[in-house]
């Protein structure tokens, strides 16, 4: 489906207020259509792409799918266990939601349908920032407690892990996301820069990028919004260089690239832009 034509059906969609069904709930608190002429005119607090470009929307204790094909609309809403902090789609047939003030993730399949619910405490690990999917579908964490980047499967059993990052004074560290992409993990600590480890959980290096508001790895290559704009820390070259065809767009605060798509959220909605 053409993009125009994908966006047409979005809009006339979100505008007939239409929803499918939710597990956790009835469809009566999804966020109304805003006035606005976005791609998608919808308020949210952060959103998410996955391979086949369908849109993810996070708006507190509720996501949003939006299906790229048909335009369709499925919404998973939980009220136990507070706000969403984070989804990975890396597999569209596995979603994790993450709660933090829990320290539960919730997985959900491909129709926003939960699947199970996995309590880090059981495991005794508590006050986890952030989660990420792997790429054998288990579930990477970062352990405040151990300073170590661990990866476990849905039982709680460590099957890689970091050694502890006290050694490299990185004692500090404060993870805000997390992703693996291309048998590497990235690991931003605002404060730090993006710490880089290979898939067994060792340390490789630490990427010299601070203060990001953002961040996407695309090709090997990681993708950020800061104070200076949009920008790609190019892996082979070692520079950092600015996204050029974005240099005349402002207000979005968050950026999702795609094979052909640049994804720009504002306070308003989410503007679909051809790269």
């Given at each position: ?88 789609v890396t597999n569209p047939q596995k979603i994790l939601v993450f709660?933090?003030?829990?320290d539960i993730i919730v997985t959900l399949d491909n129709s926003l ?32 407690v151990t300073f170590t980047l661990r990866k476990i499967n849905k ?121």
């Amino acid at each position: 489906m053409k993009i125009h034509q994908y966006i047409f059906l979005v809009i006339s969609i979100l505008s007939l207020g239409a929803c499918s069904s939710t597990k956790q709930s009835s469809v009566t608190n999804v966020p109304a259509v805003i006035n606005s002429n976005r791609s998608i005119p919808q308020t949210f607090d952060s959103f998410e792409i996955d391979k086949f470009e369908n849109v993810y929307l996070i708006k507190e204790n509720q996501l949003k799918k939006i299906d790229q094909l048909t335009a369709n609309i499925a919404t998973y809403e939980n009220d136990r266990y507070g706000e969403i902090t984070s989804i990975d789609v890396t597999n569209p047939q596995k979603i994790l939601v993450f709660y933090q003030l829990y320290d539960i993730i919730v997985t959900l399949d491909n129709s926003l349908a939960e699947t199970s619910i996995i309590d880090l405490k059981r495991f005794e690990y508590t006050d986890i920032n952030v989660i990420a999917a792997s790429n054998d579908n288990n579930i990477w964490l970062y352990d405040p407690v151990t300073f170590t980047l661990r990866k476990i499967n849905k039982n709680g059993k460590v099957l890689a892990e970091s050694f502890n990052l006290y050694t490299l004074y990185l004692d500090q560290v404060d993870p805000d996301i997390l992703i693996e992409h291309g048998n590497k993990v990235y690991m931003n600590s605002p404060n730090d820069g993006v710490l880089v480890f290979d898939n067994l959980g060792q340390y490789i290096k630490l990427l010299p990028l601070t203060s990001l508001s953002d961040m996407q790895v695309l090709n090997g290559n990681t993708i950020f919004l800061n104070d200076e704009g949009p920008q790609s820390y190019l892996s082979k070259q070692l520079e950092i260089v600015p996204i050029k065809e974005l240099e005349n767009l402002e207000g979005y605060k968050q950026l999702r690239i795609s094979k052909t798509m640049f994804y720009l959220g504002y306070d308003d909605g989410i503007d679909v832009v051809k790269r």
